[in-house]
């Protein structure tokens, strides 16, 4: 899950090791929202991608990850800006509390 506050990149968990082979960032009128960013070439379980400034609107932001043992897996989520322009961040889920 990402959580996003006000920033400058959105940060992605994934499951495994993968590689992440795209990623882009698309407004409600289809638009593709240039991203200063290009995919690392080592595997990781994590992803930070800088953000533009962004304007209030609805977005789309989709990647591509390649796992380890070669299968591709594509994802993707829908999010809104109201208001104020702002940049996104995602923050770390707090840890559950033990009993």
Known sequence: MARFARSHA???PVSTNAGLGSIRLITANGEVVPLA???PQAMG???TIPLPRLEADRYKIEWQVNAEDGHVMAAGLN????GAP???????LPKPKQS
């Open 10 to 12: 959105m940060e992605r």
């Open 37 to 39: 960013f290009t995919p």
């Open 45 to 47: 379980k994590t992803f």
């Open 79 to 82: 999010f809104l800006i109201s």
């Open 86 to 92: 702002c940049m996104l961040t995602s923050a770390p």
